[in-house]
């Protein structure tokens, strides 16, 4: 089942967004010139990479403005307001540090976030592109300036003619089925119209980012199909060349794009890399951190202490902390105190919290109890390896609120979890004792 289709605000535009899986790290894929993420589920090449990716990751993917089910613009938007939709998606999807993954036209943007804003992309993977699209002094691929300017024009006259996004998709991709041309058709004739693609296309040839490649001091993965006939593999050799310590793979498929047949090839390489690369991102040593905090207590515990007897009560203490230590570890969670019967813990991805809850809630019940817990995330800050800061108290004062056996989680973790198959149950607004403002509350069910 395709995830719900979200908005992000950049500016005045809409950007149409996607999140698919929980993984343990966040990839933001930027696609090429066309793309539609209701009808990319159609297209089997794109339906692979997507699930492939999100069976390791936190998939995040969007329509650029202009094309897809973002909003249209007038002209072409340039790589800097391109960079800000990038920026607005991680935001509302609630990702601070991705992998980001560029295809295609994506690529030049990609690099260029990556070298300017280096807080917000952990790793990069480049498929597909090169530095600039127009032959040069020292840059021997693509066409002159008067070349693509004729090719341009040669395309506007033909692209609102029956068939022409078929041609393109069957010249882009030759050797996949009927069926996956027919519907990667059907997604470039939806995604951008005749005249936004000649925009694109006069914007896409003066851009040059050779001057900033070398800036780029994430770990980069740059991927090129041998026999690629729009973007010769020269040009992809080139790319990886500029950028310090970057890796080159190069795969045996014909054409520009990747049919599903061929994707598993792609996966695997960008997977081998994207999890070595986010083992030595995990051993940085960040002063800040987003973070998921879940609060746990037991519900009437006075009540259960005086029934119990101080030995009893010490003893079913025992069987809880180590249920709720079994269940933390399952979940990679990381305890940051007890204090009585309740528990304080920290996640590096909400879906995994908000299970880790529900499962607390259940293995909890054969000792006869209950027990209330509480979500939010948040910007936390590391004291001594321990998280701290606002995002703490939120996180206590919504599992203040929590009934015996619910799970409770603020609007944030709610927005997060996008795509994990996790169903909430709204529960209106609160105050929260010290925290400014009314929260959303919702209940895992």
């Not at 992309?121 to 004729?150: D, F, I, K, N």
């Not at 529900?358 to 390896?385: P, W, Y």
């Not at 909430?424 to 009314?438: T, Y």
Request: with cysteine; aromatic share 6%; hydrophobic share 45%.
């Amino acid at each position: 089942m395709a995830p719900e289709t979200r908005y992000a605000r950049s500016g005045e535009v809409s950007i149409a967004y996607q999140v698919l899986g929980d993984g343990p790290f966040d990839v933001v894929f930027v696609p090429p010139g066309t793309s539609h993420v209701e009808l990319g589920w159609d297209v089997p090449g794109m339906r692979v990479f997507r699930e492939g990716i999100a069976s390791f990751a936190r998939l995040v993917f969007f329509d650029k403005r202009g094309t897809g089910m973002s909003d249209r613009v007038s002209g072409a938007p340039t790589l800097e307001a391109r960079m800000d939709d990038l920026r607005a998606v991680m935001d509302a999807a609630g990702s601070e540090r991705a992998a980001v993954i560029g295809w295609s036209e994506g690529v030049a943007m990609s690099a260029l976030f990556a070298a300017t804003y280096p807080e917000r992309a952990w790793s990069l993977v480049l498929y597909g592109g090169c530095a600039r699209e127009l032959r040069a002094t020292a840059y021997p691929w693509g066409p002159t300036e008067a070349e693509a300017l004729q090719m341009i024009e040669d395309e506007r006259r033909t692209s609102e003619r029956p068939g022409f996004a078929e041609e393109i998709a069957r010249s882009g991709m030759p050797t996949a089925g009927g069926d996956e041309i027919a519907a990667l058709a059907r997604l470039i004739r939806q995604s951008i119209s005749p005249g936004a693609m000649e925009a694109l296309d006069r914007m896409n040839i003066q851009i040059d980012v050779r001057h900033v490649l070398p800036a780029i001091r994430v770990p980069t993965l740059v991927l090129h199909n041998t026999r690629d006939q729009w973007v010769e593999v020269e040009r992809g050799r080139d790319l990886a060349n500029r950028i310090p310590g970057a890796e080159f793979v190069e795969f045996p498929i014909d054409g520009h794009m990747t049919p599903a047949a061929d994707m598993p090839l792609v996966l695997d390489e960008i997977k081998r890399f994207l999890q070595a690369a986010w083992t030595t991102a995990l051993h940085r040593e960040p002063d800040r951190q987003l973070a998921t905090l879940l609060f746990t207590d037991i519900v009437d515990s006075t009540a259960h202490m005086a029934k119990l007897g101080d030995a009893g009560w010490r003893e079913l203490l025992e069987r809880h902390h180590a249920l709720v230590r079994r269940e933390l570890m399952r979940a990679r969670g990381q305890e940051v105190d007890t204090a009585g019967d309740g528990f304080f813990a920290s996640f590096d991805g909400p879906a995994r919290a908000v299970r880790c809850a529900k499962s607390i809630v259940e293995s909890v019940r054969d000792l006869g109890i209950d027990v209330r817990s509480g979500l939010h995330t948040g910007e936390c800050e590391l004291v001594d390896g321990k998280v701290s800061g606002i995002a703490v108290h939120t996180g206590a004062r919504v599992a203040a609120h929590a009934g015996p056996s619910e799970v409770l989680v603020s609007s944030t973790v709610k927005d997060l979890v996008a795509g994990s198959g996790l169903e909430f149950e709204d529960r209106g607004l609160h105050e929260l004792k010290g925290i400014p403002g009314e929260w959303r509350l919702y209940a895992a069910v």
